[in-house]
């Protein structure tokens, strides 16, 4: 009986250091692969800013969830890729923009990003640039090949009052 209580103890005391060992293994894989979201969410980020600046609309969607939902100051929610697609002026305007990353939370399958923009536009057909400054706030999802894609945006702007003006 005195070995089988030792042989007990001594077999709680490897299971609770080996789950501790276990936990500790999970903790760490965890933060690697939130390291490696932020990183993803950041590469996202960059592909966005260069699409903007390129004008390149295509690239710029290639971001973009199917059934994403961008909120744009003063006008009604774009619910769809499609609607998103419409929206986009990239033929009418062109646009020399620096994005600031302020924030980036990892939850799971699900992320959410801060950041303000600061820069110009140009439309294009009359060479009038306007500076430009925003905040927004990007949700994203991670797809099931485990990339990430924008599926909510809501942003304000503020036009910047020239001296010249």
Known sequence: MKNLRMILSLTLILCIVVGCQKRKEVAEESEMNIGADIAAIKNLTNQRVRAFNDGNLDAFMALVADDAVFMPPGVPALIGKEAIYNWQNFDEMSFDATIFLDEIEICGEWAFQRVHWEGSWTINASGETTPYKSKEIFIYRRQPDGSWLTT??????????????
């Open 152 to 165: 909510h945006a809501i942003w304000n702007g503020t036009h910047i009052e020239t001296e010249d003006k």
